[in-house]
């Protein structure tokens, strides 16, 4: 299994944001969080990507327990969370390229941007970038690298309908090369992806 979760719970105060949660969720799959704001999806990922502890349970993803600071584990685990950021300084094209480089996956960075319709955008500073083209930048970002593992948060933030189905064959691409996604979500073409959906709340 690519992601265990046994008997997994939060709680939030005097309230349980989710208890005994239990998935099991193979290689190739992909798992949508669905739920009312606040209910709990973004404190869910933060568990799988080992930025909060929980209540209660385990959690194992790509075969260990999720720690932010272990490499190994930050190898093979991408994401696109709330607080995702850039390089403002930098274009398109070298941000690609610097992350292209330190994981020497040998890829060029052009045709992932042309893929991303930031092509014609790939040498302006970020900071130029509409909302969402950052975004688009910060889902090439998770995706270009080297990964097993996909967590993402409300990818579908800011895009126009054309990169909601740029969006949406990235994942069905991602799944069908083997590897494993977890996307909190609320438009409903991505829950129609999933292999499993689980709402909170
Ligand atoms: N320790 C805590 N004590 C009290 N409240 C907490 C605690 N931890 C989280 N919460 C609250 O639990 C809720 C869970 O938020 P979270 O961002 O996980 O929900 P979400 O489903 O991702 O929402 P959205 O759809 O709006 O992004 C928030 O209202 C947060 O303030």
């Known amino acids: 299994m690519a992601i265990m979760v046994d008997g997994l719970g939060m709680r939030a105060g005097e309230h349980?944001?989710?208890?005994?949660?239990?998935?099991d969720l193979p290689a190739g799959t992909c798992l949508t969080l669905a739920g009312?704001?606040?209910a709990g999806k973004s404190t869910l990922l933060h568990c799988l990507y080992g930025l909060r502890q929980p209540?209660?349970?385990?959690?194992?993803?790509d075969g260990r327990a999720p720690d932010e600071r272990d490499?190994?584990?930050?190898?093979?685990?991408s994401v696109l969370l709330d607080d995702s950021d850039f390089f403002a300084e930098l274009s398109p094209r070298q941000h690609l390229q610097l992350l292209l480089d330190?994981?020497?996956?040998?890829?060029e960075?052009?045709?992932?941007?042309?893929r991303a319709g930031l092509?014609?955008?790939a040498d302006v500073h970020a900071y130029h970038l509409s909302?969402?083209?950052r975004r688009r930048l910060l889902l090439l970002g998770a995706v270009a690298r080297p990964h097993h593992v996909l967590l993402l948060d409300e990818p579908e933030r800011a895009l126009d309908t054309q990169g909601k189905e740029w969006l949406a064959d990235l994942v069905q691409a991602e799944c069908s090369q083997g590897r494993t996604v977890v996307m909190a979500t609320h438009h409903p073409p991505l829950v129609d992806l999933a292999d499993q959906v689980v709402t909170l709340g």
């Open 16 to 23: 349980w944001l989710f208890r005994d949660l239990t998935l």
């Open 36 to 38: 009312a704001n606040g």
């Open 55 to 61: 209540t209660d349970g385990t959690v194992t993803v």
């Open 71 to 77: 490499p190994g584990f930050r190898r093979n685990v």
């Open 102 to 107: 330190s994981f020497r996956t040998g890829d």
């Open 109 to 114: 960075p052009d045709p992932w941007l042309d």
């Open 119 to 121: 092509g014609e955008r």
């Open 131 to 133: 909302a969402g083209q």
